[in-house]
């Protein structure tokens, strides 16, 4: 008798990284926006973690909330109505994978472009695919986020001591701005709890490649940031705040005064969780480096002279855990 093998079904649980949960991290610097002090602080906070959490900031809960569920909304539609805005192409509709390089993770998630001249087909697509009331919750909520980031990189100026205070948010500003909006959505992994003790990864440690990000997430836990001693911890939620992320490009821009922070997240055992990011950044023909006015007398520039476009390029040939940095350092010479 001949037995035919059965064709191999590619799981894709065994393609996903796992982790173990890591302990609560209470170190994480809270910055209240309305703060004389803030502009300082949130300085200290960009060079020591690349990361911080943003309290006072101005936007209501209901008005966070209201995002959400129609993110919810979306997420819980029939896998075939999702698909119909995917895949992403970067933009569009995501489930499992993460970029076109291979990444992979449990999560799937809607990716926009936030300009409206330069607006991609599949953005289009997931307007036109969904009530009218997702697209205002949408388009409110990014010019909430712009102006959150925007009053954040004009503190950043100032504790800087840098002038003029705009010249950093005027990229934001600018109706070229090449900045994404996306809309992730982790759900519960129950069963690999059960059976290892482990989380399944959300979303692979990287950084962000732009100026600067500000997230907001749900009741559910699961980001991680990575502290410069290289040690991994988990920022606790807090629906009611937004957590700030200095992207590459802020990096650059502060000659390596500011730190992109790598992050990452992993997934809940028990519950979803949904995340609202929006990635503020510059026009695609902007040159990405150190600001004149911040640097000093005989400082040089740590990184070769490039645009937002050649990095972007750059950065969508990479994979998600890839230094993109590192192909645009200068290299160092080392004085013995
Ligand atoms: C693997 C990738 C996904 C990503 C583009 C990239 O090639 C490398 C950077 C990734 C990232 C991380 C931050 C943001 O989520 C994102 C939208 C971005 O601008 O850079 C994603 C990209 C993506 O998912 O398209
Ligand atoms: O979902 C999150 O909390 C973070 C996701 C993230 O880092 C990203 O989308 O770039
Ligand atoms: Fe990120």
């Known amino acids: 008798m001949v037995v035919l093998s059965q ?37 200290k906070a960009c060079e020591e973690f690349g990361f911080f959490k ?18 919810l909304n979306f997420f819980t ?19 499992k994978t993460i970029g076109p390089n291979g990444d992979v993770g449990w999560i ?8 409206p001249q330069i607006n991609s087909h599949k953005t289009l697509a997931i307007f036109r695919a969904n009530p009218e009331i997702f697209r205002s919750a949408v388009e409110d909520y990014i010019s909430a986020m712009k102006s959150v980031g925007c009053e954040v990189l004009e503190l950043i100026a100032d504790g800087l001591g840098i002038e003029p205070r705009n010249v950093l948010s005027r990229l934001l500003k600018d109706e070229k701005s090449d900045s994404y909006f996306r809309l992730n959505h982790y759900p519960p992994c129950p069963e690999l709890q059960a059976l290892s003790g482990r989380n399944l990864v959300g979303f692979g440690e990287h950084t962000d490649p732009q100026i600067i990000s500000v997230l907001r997430s749900n009741t559910t836990s699961g980001l991680q940031i990575c502290l410069k001693d290289g040690s991994w911890v988990a920022v606790p939620s807090d629906p009611y705040s937004l957590f700030i992320i200095v992207g590459d490009s802020l990096q650059v ?37 150190p600001l004149a006015s911040l640097m000093e007398e005989g400082e040089e520039s740590l ?30 010479s080392i004085i013995q």
């Open 303 to 332: 990184y070769k002279e490039f645009s937002w476009s050649e990095y972007k390029k750059s950065a969508y040939k990479s994979r998600l855990a890839d230094y993109r940095l590192g192909l645009f350092e200068k290299p160092t």
């Open 7 to 43: 064709p191999a079904v590619l799981d894709p649980l065994s393609l996903i990284k796992t982790c173990k949960p890591t302990s609560v991290f209470t170190g994480i610097p809270e910055i209240d926006l309305t703060d004389p002090e803030a502009k300082t602080l949130l300085v």
């Open 253 to 289: 821009m502060t000659n390596g005064r500011l730190r992109s922070v790598k992050h990452r997240v992993l997934a809940d055992t028990k519950r979803s969780r949904i995340s609202m990011i929006y990635f503020g950044g510059p026009p695609l023909s902007e040159k990405i480096a």
């Open 77 to 95: 539609l029939s896998q075939s109505e999702k698909d119909k805005v995917g895949p992403p192409d970067p933009f569009g509709y995501g489930s």
């Open 54 to 71: 943003l309290v006072n900031h101005g936007v209501p809960l209901n008005f966070m909330t209201r995002l959400e569920e129609q993110a």
């Open 108 to 115: 799937e998630y809607l990716l926009l472009n936030t300009n």
